[in-house]
């Protein structure tokens, strides 16, 4: 008999032993859901048995006082299970369809807002930032919350032209997912890393961290029994960083934010598309970073006023044209925004030295 995932020590456990009794008895016959209200969905069985499944947001950290609390919400409404999503919100199924505003009373009072379905702002995706990253040049969550406690109203109502995804990300490793957003916040490093010989001599394999830079900017520099940089060809994504300590990254005076616009997944319409750089750099200035959250502020609400019905962010910049957004939000186009980084190859993922995949 074969042997389940969580058998063999590997992977997660067969997710089928945590589905709630009414989901487990209705697996397989549903025929069709429908939004009723911003943040909650109807579900219906062939069965004839329904489930509502609420939407919440969460907090990116989160005290296990309140995962205790959050639990106890579960135990009340939802046959003892919730669901910590991808994207960063929290979905409760619901069975009883009179739990359902009890259920969005009580998550109120904890300080969760409800929404982010169908044509609203979702909950933004983050990577975890200055907390426990060592390469960001911002810190996500913290800007994830300042732009989210000015656009909230957008995350509970679903009155935009279409779906609005943004994602923050610390550097350009993109844990947050940002390169398929409609609005990308990103971290940006402006400097290489700064070689500390004696902690790269003493402390680090120099193979390695010269087979780590994906833009071959690493030398050995056998006098120093180190390395060097070459500025010219790195595009400071702090990877050679995760191989040694010698290399910092951080340097608070030149890190600073860019913003992009116009990704998405979804093969509706116009297909998948990556973001493009609106602006290029924009100062850190924690804590609630006000320049970065007044220029997404300025993107959402010319795109909400401008776009046709059911017109992602790309797809309205696609149809009115790259100066026109830039004439209609106001932000500058510069010379920053034009690609040329002379050592670019086609497609980065075809080097042979990008994250273990083989060159074919
Ligand atoms: S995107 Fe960068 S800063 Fe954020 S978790 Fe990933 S590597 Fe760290
Ligand atoms: S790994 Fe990244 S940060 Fe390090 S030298 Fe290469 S391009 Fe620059």
Known sequence: MA??????????????????????????????HELIKPGVFKHVSSTGDEVYTVRSGQPKFIASSTVLKLCDLADKYCEGSLRFTSKHSIEWIVPKKDDV?????????LGLPIG??????????????WVHCHTPATDAPGIAKAVYDE???????????ARLNIAV???????GAIHCSDIAVLGV???????????????CEIPTMIASCP??????NPKAKSIRIDANKCMYCGICYSICPG????DAKNDGVSIWVGGKVSNTRSGPAFSRLAVPYLPNNPPRWPEVVEVVKKIVETWASEAKPHERMGEWISRIGWPAFFDKTGLEFTDKHIDDYIFSIRDMRVGARIRGREMK
């Open 101 to 109: 505003d009890k259920l969005i009373e009580e998550l109120k009072k």
């Open 151 to 161: 656009l909230i109203s957008y995350f509970q109502r679903d009155d935009l032209p």
């Open 247 to 250: 290399v910092p990254i951080a």
């Open 116 to 129: 982010g379905t169908g044509n609203a702002m979702h909950s933004i995706v983050q990577c975890t930032g």
């Open 189 to 203: 490093h402006r400097r290489p890393p700064k070689v500390n010989d004696e902690v790269v001599s003493k402390a």
């Open 169 to 175: 990300s610390g550097c350009l490793n993109m844990c």
């Open 3 to 32: 042997l389940t995932m969580d058998e063999l020590d590997f992977g997660p456990p067969d997710y089928k032993e945590m589905l709630p009794e009414t989901l487990k008895r209705n697996y397989g016959k549903w025929i069709y």
């Open 215 to 220: 833009t071959y900017a690493i030398k050995p």
